[in-house]
C-alpha cells in the first residue's frame, strides 16, 4: 500500500487534494481537505456540487476530509471501472481511509454517501467514532419507493432535492465551455453511482445494519421527496447501536443547503458531545 500525499491548492486558495493508492495500486481515491481542527470524514451524494455549505461550516473548527467517488475525480474518470460491485467501492474506501490515517475519527455521509457510509460502519465496527446520516439511501420499502434520480431529466431533480426548490431562470455564462464541462461531470458522476445502486437502492444494508454499533444522528427532511421520511425510522430500527432521529419540517432531501445552520448545529453537538465524552 502506498502511503498518502498531500498536495497544496494550485492557486494557494481552495482545498488541499490528499490521495491513497490502493486496491493493488489500481485505484486512487481522493479527498479534499479543508480547514483545521480535528479530522472529520464527508462522504457527500454523489454528483452534488462541491461548494457544499455545511462543508464550509464543519471546516471552521475540523480539518474535513471530503472523499471524491472513484470516477468523480478530476482527470480520472475511468476510475470507476476498477470496482465491480458494491462490496468493492466498501473495501476500497475502507483501505483508502486506513491508509490516510482516518480510522477512529467521525463521519457523515449525506444520500449515496450516506449508504456509503453505513455500509462501512457495519463491515468495519469502530471504524468510524460519531456517525451522522443525512437521508442515507439504501433501504426500500414498495408502498414508499425512492425516487429514481438517476433518471430524472435535470430540470426535474431540484424537485426531487428540495422541498422549495430555486425559481428557475438564466444564469450568467461567463464560459460556455466550462459550463457544458460541468454538465457532463455531473451526468458522468450520476452514472458512476448508478453502476451500485440501479435500479433500486436497496443491496441489502438492511440486514446489515445490526452490526452498526457506532453512535449515530440521523437527519432527514419531514418533505424528502426523493428518500421518503419514513426511511429515518426504519434506519433507526435497524441500527444495532445508539441513534437519534432529527427531522426537519418544510425541507426537503438536502437539509444541509435548505437549512444549513440548523443542520450545522445538530451535527455540531453531536460531535462535541462524543469528544466530550469521557472515555
Not at 20 to 46: I, T
Not at 76 to 105: I, M, N, Q
Not at 169 to 180: C, K, L, M, N, T
Request: aromatic share 8%; glycine share 10%; with cysteine.
Amino acid at each position: 500500500m502506498t502511503h498518502p500525499q498531500t498536495a497544496p491548492p494550485q492557486d494557494g486558495r481552495g482545498p488541499a487534494l490528499r490521495t491513497a493508492q490502493v486496491w493493488g495500486g489500481r485505484l486512487e481515491l481522493r479527498f479534499r481537505v479543508l480547514g483545521s481542527g480535528p479530522d472529520l470524514v464527508y462522504f457527500p451524494s454523489v454528483g452534488t456540487p462541491a461548494d457544499d455549505p455545511l462543508v464550509a461550516r464543519l471546516a471552521e473548527d475540523h480539518t474535513v476530509h471530503v472523499v471524491e467517488f472513484p470516477g468523480t475525480s478530476a482527470g480520472d474518470p475511468y476510475a470507476v471501472h476498477v470496482l465491480d460491485d458494491l462490496w468493492d467501492v466498501v473495501l476500497a474506501h475502507e483501505e483508502a481511509l486506513r491508509s490516510a490515517g482516518l480510522a477512529g475519527v467521525p463521519a457523515i455521509g449525506h444520500g449515496f454517501g450516506g449508504m456509503l457510509a453505513a455500509e462501512l460502519a457495519a463491515a468495519f465496527p469502530g471504524l468510524f467514532t460519531r456517525l451522522v446520516l443525512i437521508a442515507p439511501i439504501g433501504l426500500w420499502e414498495d408502498d414508499a419507493p425512492v425516487a429514481d434520480w438517476l433518471s430524472v431529466p435535470a430540470e426535474e431533480l431540484p424537485g426531487l432535492l428540495f422541498a422549495n426548490p430555486p425559481e428557475p431562470g438564466p444564469a450568467p455564462v461567463e464560459d460556455p465551455r466550462a459550463a457544458v464541462e460541468a454538465a457532463v461531470a455531473a451526468i458522468w458522476a450520476m452514472g458512476c453511482a448508478g453502476k451500485f445502486v440501479w435500479p433500486i437502492p436497496d443491496k441489502g444494508l438492511a440486514g446489515r445494519l445490526h452490526r452498526l454499533t457506532t453512535p449515530t444522528l440521523l437527519l432527514w427532511g419531514e418533505d424528502d421527496r426523493l428518500n421518503p421520511v419514513r426511511y429515518a425510522k426504519r434506519f433507526a430500527d435497524r441500527i444495532g447501536g445508539d441513534s437519534t432521529v432529527t427531522t426537519f419540517p418544510g425541507c426537503g432531501h438536502s437539509p444541509q443547503w435548505e437549512l444549513t445552520a440548523p443542520t450545522h448545529r445538530a451535527v455540531g453537538a453531536f460531535l462535541d458531545e462524543g469528544e466530550n465524552r469521557t472515555p
